[in-house]
Structure formats: C-alpha cells, structure tokens
C-alpha cells in the first residue's frame, strides 16, 4: 500500500498521524509540504478526492488566514490556491493519501480508516 502524508513536523496532529501510520506497518511517502508545497493541480486534486471545496484546505490558527481576509466569500477557488501556493502554513494538515482515499486527519485517528492494518495509538 503507498501512503502519502502531507506533514508538517512541528504540529502534534501531523506527529501524531504519522506514529499511527508507521504503527500500522506502513512506511509513508512523507511530503514536508511547508518546504515543498504541493501544485495547483495536486491541491486541487486533493480537494477533489476528498469531495470538499478547495476552501476546506485552508487552515486558520497559526496562519495569516485573517490578515489576507480569507474569510471574505469573494476570494475564489484559484485565488485562495494562490494563497496557499504563496503561503503553505494555509494547507490543513496532516492530509494523509492512500487508495482507500484522502482525509484531512484532525484529529488523527482519522487515519486508521486509510490503512491496510490500523492500530491506534500514536502517543
């Protein structure tokens, strides 16, 4: 099975999700998105596979979601990829991607309905 987690190591939730995945015997494609942030394309493709709008990606705390008014409804969906392009600390994470699908895992025991051999733990 290919995982792929969009990680970032300084969040608990991303940590967390992480341990849960090399827990289930999986060793992951681990994608530091904040030092190589994922194309448009990708962006958006996980947006799509996860059935959300692209506006479900952003993530608010710890960002500059309000200093760019993200909250404002007229930004539209390739703008706020633009923002996210130019701002990666905007992407919600962990993203985990497996071909049993692709969730945004908050909280991180999301994760165990991605894997092969789940096992919850992660502390």
């Known amino acids: 099975m290919t995982v792929t987690i969009y990680h970032n190591p300084s969040c608990g939730t991303s940590r967390n999700t992480l341990a849960m995945i090399r827990e289930s015997g999986e060793e992951p494609v681990i994608v530091e998105y904040l030092k190589h942030p994922p194309e448009r394309a990708r962006l958006r493709a996980l947006a799509d596979a996860m059935d959300l709008p692209v506006r479900a990606l952003l993530r608010e ?11 404002n409804p007229k930004w539209t969906d390739d703008q706020l990829l633009d923002f996210m392009l130019a701002h ?12 049993k699908g692709v969730r945004i895992c908050r909280p991180a025991e999301t994760v165990l309905e ?6 919850a ?3």
Do not use: F, N
């Open 114 to 119: 991605l894997l092969d051999s789940p096992v």
């Open 88 to 99: 990666p600390i905007l992407i919600q994470r962990p993203i985990v991607e497996t071909p």
């Open 61 to 71: 705390k710890g960002t500059p979601y309000a200093e760019l008014d993200l909250g």
């Open 121 to 123: 733990s992660g502390k």
